[in-house]
């Protein structure tokens, strides 16, 4: 199945320092990566798309200049969390949706995550 | 704008059958997908809806209604580890094909 990676798994940084987080899309190609971010006990909020070629997209109230994204390549997305505060603590995960036949024959569209980052900031 | 409402919390037994229902409200629907997260970990595919009916594999199904904007997922012969949170989502085309998540519903299984 198609299965996508993400760097670091877990962080932890002090407050003002600045890091970076990859996903990488390891058997299929995505144009469009999707970043989320998921409080303790919440459910996953969209923070932005990411698109190969041009610059990302965000959802209403997220920061684009704290939260950098660079769609680097087909099979490579980063989001930087520029001076991270504690509030930024949280569980960030990645998705590419790749197109896939189901055993019917048919077509499922769905998103494949990555295993999630874990930010601790101090 | 777009809701999506499901329990906050389940509780059933083992070897029972439990129905998480979800109901949401969008302009441009696209799909309707059912992901199951254990705590600490990413979301992971257990289905998609988009024309009307039931699709089932294996221990799992899950229904949709488009006219009403109603989904269920329903578990069967519940086991210890089907302990998760299940979250609906909704992909709507007049967000670029977007996926949106529900706040999930956390079932507890019981012995």
């Known amino acids: 199945g198609a299965v996508v990676s993400q760097h670091p798994s877990r962080v932890i940084c002090k407050s003002g320092t600045s890091v970076k987080i990859e996903c990488r899309s390891l058997?299929?190609?995505?144009?469009?990566m999707f970043w989320y971010r998921q409080f303790p006990k919440q459910s996953l909020m969209l923070m932005a798309t990411s698109n190969e070629g041009s610059k990302a997209t965000y959802e209403q109230g997220v920061e684009k200049d704290k939260f950098l994204i660079n769609h680097a390549s087909l099979t490579l997305s980063t989001l930087t969390v520029t001076s991270a505060h504690p509030e930024d603590s949280s569980f960030y995960i990645c998705?590419?949706?790749?197109?896939?036949?189901?055993?019917?024959?048919?077509?499922?569209?769905?998103?494949?995550f990555g295993p999630g980052t874990r930010l601790t900031v101090l | 704008g777009q809701n999506i409402d499901q329990p906050t919390e389940m509780t059933a037994t083992e070897g029972a059958i439990v129905q998480i229902n979800c109901t949401y409200q969008?302009?441009?629907?696209?799909?309707l997908f059912w992901y199951q997260q254990h705590a600490g970990e990413a979301p992971t595919f257990l289905s998609y809806n988009v024309l009307d009916g039931l699709e089932e594999k294996g221990r799992f199904s899950s229904f949709l209604s488009r006219s009403k904007g109603y989904s269920y997922l329903l578990l069967k012969e519940l086991q210890m580890k089907d302990s998760a949170s299940y979250l609906c989502a909704v992909r709507d085309r007049n967000r670029d094909d977007k996926i949106i998540f529900g706040k999930g519903t956390r079932l507890h299984i019981l012995p």
């Open positions: 969008t302009s441009g629907f696209n799909g």
């Open positions: 998705s590419a949706p790749p197109r896939r036949a189901d055993t019917s024959g048919g077509v499922t569209d769905t998103q494949y």
């Open positions: 058997d299929f190609q995505a144009t469009t």
